[in-house]
């Protein structure tokens, strides 16, 4: 079983509509939660960056973790063409005396206009 | 946020030729940066761990003598692919920890590396 557990897509939604992104894990010892979104051929740009149980907002973007189901959330309100992007969900543990990070496959969305 | 630069963002190099990328915290100081490669819609996968002054970490099917990282400041790493060869054709990334700002991680724009 993966540490990390992201549904690969792809996801299709009409502009305008509500995007709910997912993951789950399975190492508890997981302490700092972020989110990414990556265009074609481009570096990965952080969107969210959590650290607690409950909500974040941010525009148009909400983070959500629960840290009692192990499973985090990403989403997206208002969604725009250009949201049309791949997600990564990761997560950070203490190993060895650094943060390691341990990244989802990535969703690949598509917002079609 | 914080910037990572990468550069170049693009090679094209003969087979047997070496390459070298490099990655630069613009606007804080990294005492550990990340290099990963990336396939087509696949993810990051990481290939070693740079520490500033001291070597590289190495994951596990990585040849350390194939890419070579060297972390000389708290600002650069570089990633050198040695002879490279086709199958070395890949997308690189770097990224760093900003240690002043939570432990939050940015990620340079990238290198396509094609191998002729």
């Known amino acids: 079983q993966k540490e990390v557990e992201q549904d690969p897509g792809p996801l299709s939604v009409p502009e305008g509509a509500i995007v709910s992104l997912n993951c789950t894990y399975s190492n508890s010892a997981f302490q700092y939660f972020m989110w990414y979104r990556q265009y074609s051929r481009k570096g990965p740009e952080l969107l969210m960056y959590t650290y607690s149980s409950g909500n974040k907002e941010d525009g148009r973007f909400t983070a959500q973790v629960d840290k009692s189901s192990k499973y985090i959330s990403l989403f997206i309100r208002d969604s725009q063409p250009s949201d049309s992007a791949t997600y990564l969900c990761a997560m950070t543990s203490q190993s060895g005396g650094y943060q390691k990070v341990t990244f989802g496959t990535g969703t690949k969305l598509q917002v079609i206009p | 946020g914080a910037v990572v630069s990468q550069h170049p963002s693009w090679v094209i190099c003969k087979s047997g030729t070496s390459v070298k990328i490099e990655c630069r915290s613009l606007?804080?100081?990294?005492?550990?940066m990340f290099w990963y490669r990336q396939f087509p819609k696949q993810s990051l996968m990481l290939m070693a761990t740079?520490?500033?002054?001291?070597?590289?970490?190495?994951e596990q099917g990585v040849e350390k003598d194939k890419f070579l990282i060297n972390h000389a400041s708290l600002t650069l790493s570089t990633l050198t692919v040695t002879s490279a060869h086709p199958e070395d054709s890949s997308f690189y990334i770097c990224?760093?920890?900003?240690?002043?700002?939570?432990?939050?991680?940015?990620f340079g724009s990238g290198t396509q590396l094609s191998v002729l």
């Open positions: 606007d804080f100081q990294a005492t550990t």
């Open positions: 740079s520490n500033e002054g001291s070597k590289a970490t190495y």
């Open positions: 990224s760093a920890r900003d240690q002043g700002g939570n432990e939050k991680l940015f």
